[in-house]
C-alpha cells in the first residue's frame, strides 16, 4: 500500500500548495458546503492530478480502490473529494471501469449527496459501466430509481446524459417515470436535462414523451424542450 500513501500525501500536500483562503469561503458558500475548502481553483487542480497521477501510479485495482476511498472517506476539504472523483476517472485506470466499482460509485453518490460529485459519477463513472454491462447494471438503475435516497434516483435518470444512441430509452422512461411526481428540485432539473440532452439525438421521441407525460412538471418540461422550441 506504499503506493497508495504516496499518492494520497501526494495529494494532500499538493492542494495544501494551491491553497488560497481568501477564495475559500466563497467556493464554499456557492456550493452550500458543511466541508471547507482550501480555495484550488479547478484548472491548477487538474494540472496537479496529471502530474500526481503520472509521478504515482497505482499498480493494481486494490490500491485504486483504496486511493480513491481513502482520499474520500478521510477528506478535511471538499477539494481532496474532487481529486478523489478525478482519480477514479483517470484515463490510465480504465482497464478496471467495470461493474466490480459500482459499491465504490455507490458510496461516493450517496455520501458525497450533492450534484457537484453525484453528477460526475452518475454520467462518466456509471454510465459508461451501464452501456459497456447492460445486463448487470440496467437492473441495478431500475432499483436505484425507487429508492429512499434522493441521489440514487438522480444517478438512474441522468446516468444516461450522453449516451446518444446508444441511449436504452426503455431505462430512462422507466427511471423519469419512477419520479415524475417528486417535488424536488434536483430530480425535476435532472429529469429535463436527461431529456434535453436525448432531444439533441431522437428529437421526436422527446417530444413525444413530454406531449405523453402530463404529470412532468414545469421546470422538466421546459428543460426537456428548451432547444426544440418548446
Known amino acids: ?17 494551491l491553497a488560497d483562503p481568501a477564495k475559500a469561503p466563497a467556493m464554499q458558500a456557492y456550493m452550500k458546503s458543511e466541508m471547507p475548502y ?21 499498480p493494481d485495482r486494490v490500491s485504486f480502490s483504496s486511493a480513491v ?12 473529494r474532487y481529486a478523489a472523483v478525478d482519480i477514479s476517472g483517470s484515463r490510465g485506470y480504465g482497464r478496471w471501469q467495470d461493474s466490480g466499482l459500482l459499491d465504490l ?17 452518475a454520467i462518466r463513472r456509471v454510465g459508461p459501466i451501464l452501456r459497456a454491462e447492460p445486463e448487470t447494471v440496467t437492473p441495478l438503475m431500475l432499483t436505484w430509481a425507487y429508492d429512499d435516497d434522493k441521489w440514487r434516483r438522480r444517478t438512474s435518470v441522468i446516468c444516461q446524459v450522453g449516451s446518444k444512441a446508444g441511449t436504452d430509452t426503455d431505462l ?15 430530480l425535476r432539473k435532472g429529469i429535463g436535462w436527461a431529456l ?6 431522437e428529437p421526436d421521441w422527446v417530444r413525444a414523451f ?15 424542450l428548451k432547444h426544440l422550441g418548446g
Open 69 to 80: 476511498l481513502t482520499l474520500w472517506r478521510e477528506a478535511e476539504f471538499r477539494e481532496e
Open 172 to 186: 430512462l422512461t422507466r427511471a423519469i417515470e419512477a419520479n415524475i411526481d417528486d417535488k424536488d428540485f434536483f
Open 196 to 201: 434535453r440532452e436525448y432531444a439533441k439525438t
Open 1 to 17: 500500500m506504499d503506493a497508495v500513501k504516496s499518492l494520497v500525501s501526494a495529494v494532500r500536500n499538493g492542494l495544501a500548495g
Open 38 to 58: 482550501r480555495g484550488a481553483q479547478k484548472p491548477a487542480r487538474a494540472a496537479l492530478l496529471k502530474r500526481v497521477i503520472a509521478e504515482h501510479p497505482l
Open 210 to 224: 413530454v406531449a405523453a407525460h402530463a404529470a412532468l412538471s414545469n421546470l422538466s418540461r421546459r428543460e426537456a
Open 105 to 121: 460509485y455507490e458510496e461516493m453518490i450517496v455520501t458525497g449527496a450533492w450534484w457537484d460529485y453525484v453528477d460526475e459519477v
